[in-house]
């Protein structure tokens, strides 16, 4: 009797959170109709990866599912809302990891696979590489018989208008610097528990709007993006990324959890709200998840789409620091 | 006068430590002079980078100098001496990092800069991004107007034979899996101290030999292969990169000393010789350098081509385990 009860508690520990980026969002440069959109796009992505959980499926699959309803959103940058490069394309970064047994995987720079995460995952089961880079990842990702589509597939309005304006200001280095960049940052993640007690984390982007010269940000880092172990924690960041590779973000909450006991909340908000607020230009927030079901989802810029859903099915959603 | 003496310490702890890959290096499939030539090489990089040491440069300049004649040997898969992609093409990748400031730049899939460790501090000290790749790398190197060459600059006869030599394998899966492989986890890398007490880190590569999809390694992983920082280490790895990724071999190496207070010696110890030799296939080592000028060289493969030279100018260099 006793282990019955334990299995119908473990049963409930099930959670995802995820997030739709960081960045200046505020309630000034939103309006109504989009703050609605964002609001139903995050609850729906967070229903997606709850009935993956919520059946019996592995954190693995929730996380991708999730991340893969989020790259096929054209609000997220990642996937269809993926931001333009300088030269006008789209080249889109993903990576996951199983904290079963710390399996990887990621792909960079790559421009026709439908969804990137997938092909993340299809470097961590069915290659032995970790991380694949631009047309080889293609080709791989088209031999494993992922979706591919013509480039144009990821051409939105809204973010060529957003790669003009950015061009725009290169001609006036002086001026509109500080015009609204809500997508600067824009990156969409998943972290997810399941009923057998594992964890995992992904996370997809489309970069940054004019990034140059093949830049690869955080997202496909391993230990710096995205990390999961069952040991400590799951994590998938969104923010600066540069700042993030060089500070080890991922893998040093996971560190400040193994090493120094501290819970998620402040393994995460160390690395966040201290580390990383004491450096200017380091904005950005993670989501984190350990094998207990416990998260947190600090930020240190002005918002980050965010939401989580645990055994209960409820979605929870929020957009601003308040 | 006690203030002069105690500048005349700082400066005798002017340290530098390199690698030229690990795996299966033994006596047995080593003949005397292609030993002896090793040797000789690793001397004259020690050589190389302690110049720069003594008269008062900085650990950067060190480390790149160091890293720059590695390359520029036809010995290390690194520069000239790069093994073939499957697609008998050679694809570098390199990274350095500032222990002053944890700027950091990397560079992979290039294959047409003569020096990637260049390119890789190009990336950190010319540009806004971290990290680079493929074309987009090459157009900004040759921006900088840093040294290009013909792609056939990197052909050696020795490396055109192990990739014929692993397509063979290819072709018999069951044949030849034991061939000695002394050059699958090639790659070079420098760690120094400098008079002013700041470390650096500096890691360069071709990768694996047959190495297929743009295939990434821990070497340009900021926190995976290559990591600095003052306040921990300076730490190169070499190795099966995959794990160095998933376990965030250098970064962990910097929080244990950080978070759990173990010495140099000791956290890259516990990596190399606890963490990664249980699990198999993921053998390596690293060095690693820390800002009072203690380091370590641990490795769980059967040799690691490895050096080190002091304030006093004599050059020590290793291969094997013992």
Redesign the interface.
């Known amino acids: 009797m006793f282990a019955v009860t334990v299995t119908a508690q473990e049963t409930k520990r099930i959670m995802l959170v995820i997030h739709g980026g960081a960045g200046t969002i505020n309630r000034k440069n939103m309006t109504e109709d989009r703050e609605r959109e964002y609001r139903a796009a995050l609850e729906q992505a967070l229903r997606t990866g709850h009935a993956v959980l919520a059946k019996g499926g592995t954190s693995l699959d929730a996380v991708e599912a999730t991340v893969r309803f989020m790259e096929d959103s054209p609000l997220f940058n990642a996937g269809k809302g993926a931001v333009f490069t300088h030269e006008g394309k789209n080249e889109l970064d993903a990576a996951i ?1 199983d904290g079963r047994n ?3 995987g990621s792909v ?2 790559v421009t026709i696979i439908k969804n990137p995460i997938s092909a993340a995952r299809a470097v961590m089961e069915k ?11 293609e ?2 990702a088209t031999k494993m018989g992922l979706e591919i589509v013509d480039p144009s597939y990821f051409w939105t309005e809204r973010r060529w208008k957003a790669l003009q304006e950015e061009l725009l200001k290169e001609q006036k280095p002086q001026a509109l610097l500080q015009t609204a960049d809500e997508n600067r940052f824009g990156t969409v993640g998943a972290v997810a528990l399941d009923q057998s007690g594992n964890l995992a984390a992904a996370t997809s982007t489309g970069g940054t709007t004019n ?7 955080d997202s496909p ?4 993006g995205t ?1 999961a172990d069952n040991e400590s924690c799951a994590i998938s960041a969104t923010g600066a ?2 700042f993030f ?4 973000v991922a ?2 909450i996971a ?2 959890m193994k ?2 006991g501290l819970t998620v909340q402040q393994a995460a908000d160390e690395v966040i709200n201290k580390k990383l607020r004491a450096v200017p230009g380091a904005e950005g927030g993670v989501i984190a998840l350990d094998a207990k079901g416990n998260f947190a989802m600090p930020f240190n810029s002005e918002g980050m789409y965010r939401g989580w859903i645990g055994a209960d099915g409820q979605p929870h959603v929020a957009i601003y620091g308040d």
Chains 1, 2 share one sequence.
């Open positions: 990891m710390k399996m990887a960079a720079g290659s032995k590489h970790v991380m694949m880079t631009g047309r080889g990842a080709l791989f990034k140059q010269y093949g830049r690869i940000g880092i391993i230990g710096a990390y990324g540069e590779i060089r500070w080890s893998y040093d560190a400040l090493y120094r």
